[in-house]
Nanobody, 128 residues
Framework: VQLQASGGGLVQAGGSLRLSCAASGRRINRYSIAWFRQAPGKEHEFVAVIRWIGGNTWYADSVKGRFIISRDNARDNDRNFVYLQMNSLKPEDTAVYHC??????????????????YGQGTQVTVSS
């Protein structure tokens, strides 16, 4: 599976960013796709996950009400896209954000990075 996150950048506190994840390989639309983040010196933290079929979502308490995960059923060159809309950003949201595909088809709700395959991330920096 190939996963490429993009859309990060520098934003002031209270601002917004939209991250994109291009996913390809396997039958990616049979797997849940999640976002994780990793701040310097810390372990990966679960952010949100979406079940491709049905669109069920689940968020970490730290981002609930501010972030929205969504997917695009259209395919572009055999890639599927998942997005993370981040609003009301805070300095503590600063991290490298990775999108990740669950290793088990059909599972929804796993929150450990070891349950996923993930690619290179995109840096999000929120200034105060």
């Amino acid at each position: 599976v190939q996963l490429q996150a993009s859309g990060g950048g520098l934003v002031q506190a209270g601002g917004s960013l939209r991250l994109s994840c291009a996913a390809s390989g396997r039958r990616i639309n049979r797997y849940s796709i999640a976002w994780f983040r990793q701040a310097p010196g810390k372990e990966h933290e679960f952010v949100a996950v979406i079940r491709w079929i049905g669109g069920n979502t689940w968020y970490a308490d730290s981002v609930k009400g501010r972030f929205i995960i969504s997917r695009d059923n259209a395919r572009d060159n055999d890639r599927n896209f998942v997005y993370l809309q981040m609003n009301s950003l805070k300095p503590e949201d600063t991290a490298v954000y990775h999108c990740a595909a669950d290793r088990i088809m059909g599972r929804f709700g796993a929150s450990r990075i070891d349950d996923y395959d993930y690619g290179q991330g995109t840096q999000v920096t929120v200034s105060s």
